[in-house]
């Protein structure tokens, strides 16, 4: 059974439609990528399927649960995470409070105002060994602020984790990452595949042909192709589009 | 262990030193050409403020309107005490439980804004707050205010104390400044404090991570307004009276002002600066000249203009600049010890 299914979502904004008739299944363990020109819907998709907005028709189902329209907390707390192409993090906080504002375990005990929350040990471990596991290790202490664009992303990414989400949701996770800083990016998606559901939006082809288990291609915001990178490389559409640079 | 959490005692240095230069003001006050009564309202304005600033430095919801939960306090504590016949301290629970009351109302209103619409609607609240108090002449006494609020005696079991004299009163609003302040301490280092911290910075990600940001800025308000009311009940007690002055849009400004020069955007003791150095600018300026306030708010643009942090803030950036200027000795003498070794 699919982990994740969305099911013929439609979205317009005012007059202009941005999502049509779009439908995406997702398995568990599996990396999924979409690709698309600019302003072809990728990032409002991924608002509509994470929370952000409700789409006008259609339904998003999650383990086994009707989530369409629920808000993005109660979206995260079913178990799906997100980061963002903007990069949206607590930024007068430590890196590692960053991470540890986003466990569930101090999400759990949000409401208590009396004990210090610096006292909550095991939460710091915790995140101390998710900062290492998305390479911030020795920069625990660091403000996000001061961190450099590479470690932000990283840090976006080890903030998603930090919910233990059964899905994670990427938008543009490369973008103005150089080769070493794309190269790193590689390593933790794929010591990350397998273990969850992941999906990411990416402009980067080599990135996601080579780590994406099926790749579909949006458009105008529709689903114009969907399949795993082998049987899209012959697709005549994505050959022919301006997407199609893939042999380069 | 690299990543040892930062961990906040319940009682700090600054904690101490703030709480021993106010208890040791009855013995120097009139020396420097200052009086028992200016303590007494030093002391509420510094409760004031540091409720306010959970909202505006903690939480990052700029309420511009807040002497309305300050006022109800006041007028609830008189209220109280003249027709249910209330004492001291369930006058005042009872006071800041209408704050409380009041604000949940307001803050339902207003919680999912943020910025600018914020700020518009919470003065938009505290001048209907104030033109109620104005108008509902049969409880609120209309301009002449409340009169005759009274400073009822603490009692603790057999024993009782007259708080009638000012300095007795000021002993009674230290003890509860200073419970106020430890009880705001633990809760900006508490797991809601750094919550309610965490959606200043960015709501939209709090949410993306399963926080009801609603109910946290809802609960922050509630908390700060219930503060704010029981800071105002002392008002109308250290006053004798509650007039609708309190809940002008002066008074809410007034703590804005307050918690901005004394810095509390950077710093929980900025509340306690500010209200300190106001009161004090107002008593000493008003005594050269009528237009103090002039002078007050030039003194404010200018902190404004070239020292947003304020005076916490000039403190921070001294102790940091210190900071380094001896790390970088230790660093060169450890170069040279090592050259020379």
């Excluded at chain 1, 059964?166 to 080769?179: I, Q, R, S, V």
């Excluded at chain 1, 794309?182 to 273990?195: G, I, M």
């Excluded at chain 2, 006041?74 to 003249?82: R, V």
């Excluded at chain 2, 943020?114 to 001048?127: D, E, V």
Aim: one cysteine or more; charged letters at 15%.
């Amino acid at each position: 059974m699919a982990l994740f299914e969305a099911r013929r979502l439609h979205k317009r904004f005012g007059d202009q439609v941005v999502l049509e008739d779009v439908s995406l299944t997702v398995m568990h363990g599996e990396l999924r990528g979409i690709m698309g020109p600019n302003g072809a819907g990728k990032t409002t998709c991924f608002n509509v399927l994470t929370g952000r907005y409700k789409p006008d028709r259609g339904q998003v189902m999650f383990d086994g649960e009707d989530i369409t329209g629920l808000a993005p907390r109660q979206v995260a707390r079913r178990g799906i995470s997100r980061s963002f192409q903007i990069m949206s993090l607590f930024d007068e906080y430590t890196a590692i409070d960053n991470v540890v504002i986003a466990l569930p375990c101090v999400r759990s005990r949000g409401w208590s105002m009396l004990r210090d929350l610096g006292r909550h040990a095991s939460a710091y471990d915790e995140a101390a060994t998710l900062l290492q596991r998305v390479g911030l290790a020795g920069k625990e202490h660091v403000p996000s602020r001061s961190l450099s664009y590479g470690e932000r992303r990283a840090l976006e990414i080890g903030v998603a984790l930090a919910a233990q989400p059964l899905m994670l949701f990427l938008d543009e996770p490369t973008a103005g990452l150089g080769t070493e800083g794309t190269a790193r990016l590689r390593e933790l998606v794929e010591s990350l595949k397998r273990h969850l559901a992941i999906v990411i939006i990416e402009h980067d082809m080599r990135f996601l042909f080579s780590l994406a288990d099926r790749v579909s291609v949006i458009h105008w915001g529709q689903v114009i192709a969907e399949g795993t990178p082998t049987a899209l490389r012959q697709n005549p559409w994505v050959q022919r589009s301006s997407l199609g640079g893939l042999s380069s | 262990m690299p990543h040892r959490p930062p961990t906040f005692p319940l009682v700090t240095p600054p904690l101490l030193v703030t709480l021993a230069v106010l208890a040791s003001a009855p013995l120097w006050l009139q020396s420097v050409g200052l009086y028992q009564y200016v303590a007494v309202e030093i002391v509420i304005w510094m409760m004031f403020a540091l409720a306010h600033n959970l909202l505006l430095g903690h939480g990052g919801m700029p309420s511009f309107g807040h002497g309305a939960y300050f006022g109800v306090g006041a007028y609830a504590i008189g209220l109280l005490q003249q027709r249910a016949g209330a004492g001291l301290v369930d006058g005042m629970l009872g006071s800041a439980l209408c704050a409380a009351a009041v604000g949940a109302v307001v803050a339902a209103f207003i919680s999912h804004r943020r910025g600018i619409y914020y700020a518009l609607l919470t003065i938009a609240f505290g001048q209907v707050m104030w033109f109620v108090a104005i108008k509902w002449h049969s409880v609120t006494g209309g301009e002449d205010g409340l009169q005759k609020i009274a400073r009822p005696p603490l009692r603790l079991g057999e024993m009782g104390w007259s708080l009638t004299s000012n300095e007795s009163f000021y002993w009674f609003v230290l003890a509860v400044f200073a419970l106020v302040l430890v009880f705001l301490w633990r809760v900006v280092h508490s797991p809601w404090g750094r919550v309610l911290r965490a959606i200043k910075q960015n709501e939209m990600r709090a949410a993306f991570v399963g926080y009801n940001v609603w109910l946290y800025k809802w609960s922050a308000f509630v908390l700060s307004a219930a503060l704010s009311g029981l800071a105002g009940s002392l008002f109308a007690m250290a006053q004798n009276s509650a007039y609708p002055n309190v809940m002008s849009l002066h008074n809410s400004g007034f703590v804005v002002m307050m918690v901005l020069i004394g810095g509390g955007l950077v710093s929980f003791w900025g509340p306690v600066i500010g209200a300190a150095v106001f009161i004090l600018a107002r008593d000493l300026l008003g005594a050269y000249t009528e237009a103090w306030l002039l002078w007050y708010g030039l003194l404010f643009m200018a902190v404004v203009l070239f020292q947003p942090e304020g005076i916490a803030g000039v403190w921070q950036a001294w102790r940091r600049r210190r900071h380094a200027a001896a790390t970088a000795r230790g660093i060169g003498a450890a170069a040279t010890s090592e050259r020379e070794a």
